[in-house]
């Protein structure tokens, strides 16, 4: 059984302006706005005196967290994280756990059309490409993903997904059974492999009445300009289930490590960005490497 796997109702609907993704840029472009949202919402959690948090987690994880996080998160979000990383922690003492087991949880938006889930385990090579492996094998689809790591290799990874006819997963059984997936799946080596989504579609043609996907031409580029620190990967394609699988079974297979991952998905147009290092030491990638990562991706999603 999974460490634990939790269906988070919701007090509110979560806006959508709410919940967009803050700018995928490697620097801040306002130290000050994201320390003082921070710090007010810091204060609000501490005069709410919540029983199951204790100081110690509330400051890794108010310390551990990066500036994108802050940019993007309200008070109803965070709380909902903070509960997720506490189980995880809570999973590692479990007499029935191994300590590798993630945790995940996840909160309908009927609103929007999409079920949010939240994926929380250590970092680890290959795991965001296991976790797109495990929703693409039972036909789930990925329209927004993040990907945070915290100071103590905690990653959060928050994802939006549908199903084939694009609304909310209403079948929670698919839920259940991608969790079950990824449990098992994060106990093998990272090149552990699903059903691609690829090979899904060719199974089964898009449902009737759906917009057709975006007339677009994948472009995939590298932004070296962003930071010092790692190289920016750009990619724009029409969307189709398994996509982020697929991109991501070839960056694992490059050897590179992803600190942050923003997907996006608007009328059919598949909007990707990776920050990528060398998964060995940890550096930036020369040109030379860039441009076979190019030519593997592109040879990959067949442009």
Same mark, same amino acid.
């Given at each position: 059984?999974?460490a634990?796997t939790?269906?988070?109702?919701?007090?509110k609907?979560l806006?959508a302006?709410e919940?967009?993704s803050?700018?995928?840029? #490697?620097?801040?472009?306002?130290t000050?706005?994201?320390?003082r949202?921070r710090?007010?919402?810091?204060?609000?959690?501490?005069?709410?005196?919540l029983p199951?948090?204790? $100081?110690?987690?509330?400051?890794?994880?108010?310390t551990?967290?990066?500036?994108?996080y802050?940019?993007?998160?309200?008070?109803?979000?965070l709380l909902?994280?903070?509960?997720t990383?506490?189980?995880?922690?809570?999973s590692l003492?479990?007499?029935?756990?191994?300590?590798?087991?993630p945790?995940?949880?996840?909160?309908q938006i009927?609103?929007?059309?999409?079920?949010?889930?939240?994926v929380c385990?250590? /970092?680890?090579?290959?795991?965001l490409?296991k976790?797109?492996?495990?929703?693409?094998?039972?036909?789930?689809?990925?329209?927004?993903a993040?990907?945070?790591t915290?100071? /103590?290799?905690?990653?959060?990874?928050?994802f939006?997904?549908?199903?084939?006819?694009?609304r909310?997963i209403? /079948?929670e059984?698919?839920?259940?059974k991608?969790?079950?997936?990824?449990?098992?799946?994060v106990?093998?080596?990272p090149a552990?492999?699903?059903? &691609?989504?690829?090979?899904?579609? $060719?199974?089964?043609?898009?449902?009737?009445?759906?917009p057709?996907?975006?007339?677009?031409r994948?472009?995939?580029r590298?932004?070296?300009?962003?930071s010092?620190?790692?190289a920016?990967?750009?990619?724009?394609?029409?969307?189709?289930?398994?996509?982020?699988?697929?991109?991501l079974?070839?960056?694992t *297979? #490059?050897?590179?490590s992803?600190?942050q991952?923003?997907?996006?998905?608007?009328?059919?147009?598949?909007r990707?960005?990776?920050?990528v290092?060398?998964?060995?030491?940890?550096?930036?990638?020369?040109?030379?490497?860039m441009?076979?990562?190019?030519?593997?991706?592109?040879? *990959?999603?067949? &442009?």
């Amino acid at each position: 059984m999974p460490a634990a796997t939790r269906n988070l109702a919701m007090s509110k609907p979560l806006l959508a302006s709410e919940h967009k993704s803050p700018d995928p840029g #490697c620097g801040p472009a306002s130290t000050a706005d994201w320390e003082r949202k921070r710090a007010l919402l810091r204060a609000r959690l501490m005069k709410r005196r919540l029983p199951w948090l204790n $100081k110690d987690e509330l400051e890794a994880h108010f310390t551990g967290m990066p500036w994108r996080y802050w940019a993007g998160v309200n008070e109803e979000d965070l709380l909902l994280h903070l509960r997720t990383v506490h189980a995880f922690f809570q999973s590692l003492t479990a007499p029935e756990t191994e300590g590798t087991a993630p945790v995940v949880s996840w909160r309908q938006i009927p609103e929007r059309g999409v079920t949010e889930v939240l994926v929380c385990n250590w /970092d680890r090579q290959g795991l965001l490409v296991k976790v797109a492996g495990a929703f693409a094998t039972v036909r789930i689809n990925i329209v927004q993903a993040v990907v945070y790591t915290r100071a /103590d290799n905690v990653v959060l990874d928050v994802f939006e997904v549908c199903d084939p006819e694009r609304r909310e997963i209403q /079948d929670e059984s698919l839920l259940h059974k991608m969790v079950c997936l990824l449990e098992a799946a994060v106990s093998q080596p990272p090149a552990v492999s699903f059903i &691609t989504g690829r090979h899904l579609e $060719k199974q089964e043609p898009p449902a009737s009445g759906q917009p057709a996907q975006a007339p677009s031409r994948p472009t995939i580029r590298f932004d070296n300009e962003s930071s010092n620190d790692c190289a920016v990967l750009e990619i724009a394609m029409p969307d189709r289930l398994g996509l982020l699988y697929e991109l991501l079974q070839v960056l694992t *297979a #490059c050897g590179v490590s992803i600190s942050q991952a923003i997907v996006s998905t608007e009328q059919g147009l598949a909007r990707d960005r990776f920050h990528v290092t060398d998964a060995v030491s940890g550096a930036g990638l020369a040109p030379p490497r860039m441009g076979l990562i190019r030519a593997r991706l592109a040879e *990959a999603i067949g &442009t």
